[in-house]
């Protein structure tokens, strides 16, 4: 029989050369391949990352020398106000150094599986922003207090102590305003960036749709016309 000669070979819908769709893409698989990979999930976004780790060092450096000089030069002219500004730039720098300690360990020991909550603790996370957050909002409180310490009392021979307080206070109002500030601002910006990026899709997505439907109108159009010449 000359019809059985030449079979085709038969392709099965999990051949690699040629899928549902047509040929399989090979940076596409192994863009599928790697987003598997949980490892790889604590740093999709290295820029920000960056970012969010060297303003967590800043601060920890920041608020833990500031603490420690306080702390150190207490006198007992000034020992209140300094032992109390000391003692919360220390715990607060600790906070800040813990949270930092407990992201390493997460990722070191792999125990999450979750992508949502790797995106909360990675570095440039919700917590990284909550914390600095919390960081410039306590800077705040303390810089104001001892600013409005320094104002109002008024001592009859002011020295050392009272100027000392005073740019304590000015310090501790201009960096936690910063922080404050640049979270506010970068928020802003990444807001402003996601509605940018979404936006041609959602366009695009609505245009697909008018196209799809002209499509089908144009087709049932077609097939009532043919339907009619049958008739005829």
Request: glycine share 12%.
């Amino acid at each position: 029989m000359p019809e059985l000669d030449y079979i085709p070979p038969l392709r099965g819908p999990s051949d690699p050369e040629i899928g549902l769709h047509g040929p399989a893409d090979p940076i596409q698989i192994q863009h599928g391949i790697l987003e598997e990979q949980v490892e790889l999930w604590w740093f999709r976004e290295p820029g920000k990352s960056l970012l969010c780790y060297s303003i967590a060092v800043f601060l920890i450096l920041g608020c833990g020398l500031g603490g420690v000089g306080l702390l150190s030069t207490t006198t007992s002219v000034s020992s209140e106000w300094r032992l109390g500004a000391g003692t919360a730039l220390c715990l607060l720098a600790l906070g800040v150094l813990l949270k930092q300690l407990l992201s390493s360990a997460v990722q070191d020991m792999n125990c999450i599986r979750s992508r949502q909550q790797i995106d909360l603790l990675k570095s440039g996370g919700l917590s990284d922003f909550l914390v600095i957050l919390i960081a410039g909002v306590s800077l705040l409180i303390c810089g104001g207090v001892l600013l409005h310490l320094s104002l109002v009392n008024h001592m009859p021979k002011p020295g050392q102590a009272l100027n000392d307080m005073y740019i304590s206070g000015v310090v501790m109002l201009t960096g936690g305003g910063a922080a404050v500030l640049g979270i506010a601002i970068y928020s802003l910006v990444v807001v402003l960036l996601e509605r940018t990026r979404h936006g041609p899709r959602y366009v695009d997505r609505i245009l697909n749709i008018f196209t799809i439907s002209g499509h089908m109108d144009h087709q049932a159009h077609r097939e009532t016309t043919s339907s009619l010449a049958n008739l005829i």
